[in-house]
């Protein structure tokens, strides 16, 4: 099924010996129905001339980020403003070095950086290049940022040498970006509701419960759905966090105003349950200040069960239910016990007592226990790269 009709693709090309590829790239773009513009480097223009690509494009070639007549409108950020996805292919070690250190010194850098799309990258270099410990560093920054990659593919280069460098084939490029809408026009159809963060129970006036958890992994979770295109609603208790573009988010306070929100904003398609929601609150607030010369009894009292209760639920039961466990000893045994207990779908845990991921760590490492299929585990990585993979498996169970 063509998904590419309409859509408009701004084509970044870059200096190196897979360039000619392009002119192939853009040919198959233009019978697909897509609009296509494109950016030159300066070493690009040694390859492939904007001549040979303004003829299959259809369209003006932009290739300097000084050139008055194109600053007038801003093309930098009308650019990017104007695409539906920005492609950079080829892209060299160079151009990948450039934006996994921010740097934006020509008019490729510039857009890719003022760019609020998302962006596919298709490397192509020497294997050595491509193997250098500095290179490797790059990429993995850029799938951090959210850069999607494409390749490299294996085999003879023109170098002579053989190894893994070379630039994916135009076709199959064309091909996972059909996927990559595709993907995209059946999300829109769906809704998502994430749970992130603490929440806090008032004891009197200035004092609290609460716990560890910044929300970083749920807001990250949120992000990702909305990227690929869901729509998405964000529960959160307190955090310092900025929430991402393009989500319905709610703040709350209480476990009490997430239950309620939570079932205010239900039916949906995905239900992702990532807030660390306090098991217990006071029995009895105080209306004054406790005085420290007092002695302090705290009756508590247990929370609903928020999970439990929307995973039981006859009528509002979503599609799929994942519930989060945070676990500090006997992962496996209580993360599986949770499961059944509150007949979720999937429980995605993690061992917070290691200070280096979990709880306030851009870092996170977790098991996913499945109710149908043997439990995986996804190894240590940067949360935004944790609700990546997350969300890669909600996509392939609903679609």
Same mark, same amino acid.
């Given at each position: ?13 870059? #200096? ?25 480097? =300066? ?12 003829? @299959? ?36 070690? $160079? ?22 799309? %998302?962006? @596919? ?28 990659? *494409? #390749? ?16 994916? =084939? ?26 992130? #963060? ?10 609290? *419960? ?6 970083? %992994? ?10 690929? #295109? ?15 573009? $393009? ?9 009490? %105003? ?5 079932? $205010? ?94 709880? $306030? ?28 993979? *997350? ?9």
């Amino acid at each position: 099924m063509n998904n590419l009709n309409n859509k408009k693709i701004l084509l970044i090309i870059c #200096g190196g010996i897979a360039a000619y590829k392009s002119l192939e790239l853009i040919r198959l773009f233009k019978k697909s129905g897509i609009e296509v513009k494109t950016i030159l480097t =300066e070493s690009a223009t040694k390859f492939v001339t904007p001549l040979s690509v303004a003829s @299959l494009s259809q369209e003006k070639v932009y290739t300097d980020l000084f050139d008055p007549e194109n600053e007038k409108e801003m093309d930098h950020i009308s650019l990017s403003r104007w695409a539906d996805v920005i492609l950079i292919a080829p892209a060299t070690a $160079n151009t990948i070095s450039k934006l996994s250190n921010g740097m934006a010194d020509d008019l490729a850098s510039t857009v890719t950086l003022a760019s609020n799309k %998302q962006i @596919l990258m298709v490397p192509a270099m020497n294997v050595r290049m491509w193997e250098h410990k500095s290179n490797k560093e790059n990429i993995k920054k850029l799938k951090e940022y959210g850069y999607m990659i *494409i #390749g490299p593919e294996t085999g003879d280069m023109a170098c002579g040498e053989y190894g893994e460098g070379k630039m994916t =084939e135009p076709a199959e490029i064309l091909k996972i970006i059909n996927q990559y809408f595709e993907v995209l026009s059946k999300n829109k159809k769906l809704k998502v509701l994430v749970t992130a #963060g603490p929440t806090i129970e008032t004891i009197d006036p200035v004092r609290f *419960i609460s716990n560890r958890s910044s929300g970083k %992994q749920g807001y990250e979770i949120a992000k990702a759905f909305v990227n690929n #295109g869901y729509d998405t609603t964000l529960i959160s208790g307190p955090t310092n966090l900025k929430p991402p573009m $393009n989500v319905k988010l709610i703040k709350i306070n209480s476990a009490d %105003q997430m239950f309620e929100q939570t079932i $205010n904003n239900l039916p949906v398609d995905v239900a992702i349950f990532s807030a660390a929601v306090s098991d217990f609150k006071v029995d009895k607030i105080s209306n004054n200040k406790i005085k420290k010369t007092d002695s302090i009894n705290l009756n508590m009292i247990k929370n609903k069960d928020i999970l439990d209760h929307v995973s039981k639920h006859n009528s509002l039961r979503p599609k799929l239910v994942i519930g989060f466990s945070a676990e500090t000893e006997n992962i496996e045994s209580n993360s599986l016990l949770k499961l059944n207990q509150k007949n979720c779908d999937w429980i995605i845990a993690n061992d917070v007592s290691n200070e280096h991921i979990g709880f $306030n760590s851009d870092y996170n490492e977790i098991s996913i226990f499945y109710r149908k299929k043997d439990m995986e585990k996804i190894s240590k990585m940067k949360k935004s790269l944790i609700a990546n993979e *997350i969300v890669k498996r909600v996509n392939s169970e609903l679609n």
